[in-house]
T-cell receptor, first 115, second 110 residues
Framework: EAQVTQNPRYLITVTGKKLTVTCSQN?????MSWYRQDPGLGLRQIYY???????DKGDVPEGYKVSRKEKRNFPLILESPSPNQTSLYFC??????????????FGPGTRLTVL | GESVGLHLPTLSVQEGDNSIINCAYS??????FIWYKQESGKGPQFIID?????DKRQGQRVTVLLNKTVKHLSLQIAATQPGDSAVYFC?????????FGQGTELSVKP
């Protein structure tokens, strides 16, 4: 089954404690992306990657890091989480060049709470 | 500034009725638009898309209409079912980057 998986699904942590949210896709997609979803603000892009070893900032990259060492994985790293990073996070992947269409698949989401 | 927004944050319809969800966009340079459905506890799911050289596109029970003159996008769901209850987002594709609206919550009454 084609899917994007994220782990963990739920996480409660404290300020300053480094954490990583993993994302993996099994569709051999080149493009992967991280979004955060907040009430009243919708989905905002954090980082994206066009392919292995290629990453770029989205709209709200501050406080986050990513890496793309393998095509299937795109972890999101919070080196020193702060309460304003409490949010619902979505990973997504997409096949590039699909006739210009956005065939983007989203993961199930990770609900992060930073105390 | 650029924005993609929705006219109504919530919409309640009777089962079997048609639903219309609206979206306004401000960037006339956008050439591609998508509607997503997000059910509770899940990630957004692609419903239907439309390119700016079209004004209407139909899928199974769904139709997207694009009015470039007034920068307006709508999603029509025919014979709305309880399983259609979700938040619906429009998104604007600008050079591969998606800009999402805040979403409209559709509630279907039995």
């Amino acid at each position: 089954e084609a899917q994007v998986t994220q782990n963990p699904r739920y996480l409660i942590t404290v300020t300053g404690k480094k954490l990583t949210v993993t994302c993996s896709q099994n569709m051999n997609h080149e493009y992967m992306s991280w979004y955060r979803q907040d009430p009243g603000l919708g989905l905002r892009q954090i980082y994206y990657s066009m392919n292995v070893e290629v990453t770029d900032k989205g709209d709200v990259p501050e406080g986050y890091k990513v890496s793309r060492k393998e095509k299937r994985n795109f972890p999101l790293i919070l080196e020193s989480p702060s309460p304003n990073q409490t949010s619902l996070y979505f990973c997504a992947s997409r096949l590039l060049g699909a006739g210009g269409r956005d065939t983007q698949y989203f993961g199930p989401g990770t609900r992060l709470t930073v105390l | 500034g650029e924005s993609v927004g929705l006219h109504l944050p919530t919409l309640s319809v009777q089962e079997g009725d048609n639903s219309i969800i609206n979206c306004a966009y401000s960037n006339s340079a956008s050439d591609y638009f998508i509607w997503y459905k997000q059910e509770s506890g899940k990630g957004p799911q692609f419903i239907i898309d439309i390119r700016s050289n079209m004004d209407k596109r139909q899928g199974q029970r769904v139709t997207v209409l694009l009015n470039k003159t007034v920068k307006h996008l709508s999603l029509q769901i025919a014979a709305t079912q309880p399983g259609d209850s979700a938040v619906y987002f429009c998104a604007e594709n600008q050079g591969g980057k998606l800009i999402f609206g805040q979403g409209t919550e559709l509630s279907v009454k039995p």
